[in-house]
């Protein structure tokens, strides 16, 4: 009994790992939009953000506009204080209500920057919906299918936990590791994931830094504080 005990726990314990690594692995290849340079423009009036995952699927969509020159030129990141701000706007948009993140937080720094962010609505607990923060404003909620035999409630996150400005943090500390790499280019996405399966639960911040002789991606607590790289 012993044996068959350690032996199901390890089965859970590859599970787990294997599904969080395959998530990590999605939302790299398919999160991560190219940047456009700095000679060009978009070429599509739409942006669509879609992630296929270990169980789950989902989509949001919102529109650029014909026109981008008008588009914010400054970071994302480049304060706290604003970051927090964003959140706040957010919030006001449920007041008195507690929102539970689903799943996934989204930064990336392109024209003023993007944060997609999934969450549960508290009016309807069974349906997931996405806001995209962007020129500015808040956009959605845009609906999020949702697939799999995993419940929605193993990837939910009080949103009120998580601090939108620790992505700066993480921005600044990836910029400062690419100074140490042979030509390191910090990447313009960080990322929050978070899922709870078979009692494990995974609850992170990670960003990535191209070189040219090798990668690095490094995974932060959700103070941002490093954790692990690799």
């Known amino acids: 009994m012993a044996i068959n005990s350690r032996f199901t726990y390890l089965l859970i314990l590859i599970y787990f790992l294997s599904a969080c690594q395959q998530i990590k692995q999605s939302f790299e290849e398919t999160l991560n939009p190219k940047p456009h340079s700095t000679a060009e423009k978009p070429k599509a009036e739409e942006h669509t953000i879609s992630s296929s995952r270990y169980t789950e699927s989902s989509s949001s969509t919102f529109s650029y506009g014909t026109n981008t020159d008008h588009l914010p ?18 919030q006001a948009k449920f007041p008195g209500k507690k929102l539970m993140l689903y799943q996934s937080l989204y930064f990336y720094d392109f024209q003023g920057g993007q944060i997609t962010v999934q969450i549960q609505d508290p009016d309807k607990p069974e349906n997931i919906d996405s806001y995209v923060y962007f020129n500015g404003e808040w956009q959605g909620p845009n609906p999020v299918k949702i697939s799999g035999n995993i419940a929605i409630k193993s990837f939910l996150f009080p949103l009120d936990e998580l601090k939108f400005s620790v992505a700066k943090k993480i921005h600044d500390y990836m910029i400062n590791e690419a100074k140490g790499m042979e030509g390191g280019e910090a990447s313009e996405h960080i990322y929050f994931n978070h899922m709870t399966v078979a009692g494990f639960e995974d609850s992170h911040w990670y960003s990535s830094i191209n070189g040219d002789r090798k990668n690095l991606f490094i995974d932060f607590d959700i103070n941002g504080k490093e954790i692990k790289r690799r």
């Open 73 to 90: 030129t400054s970071s994302i990141y480049e304060s706290s204080e604003k970051l927090d701000d964003i959140q706040k706007r957010l």
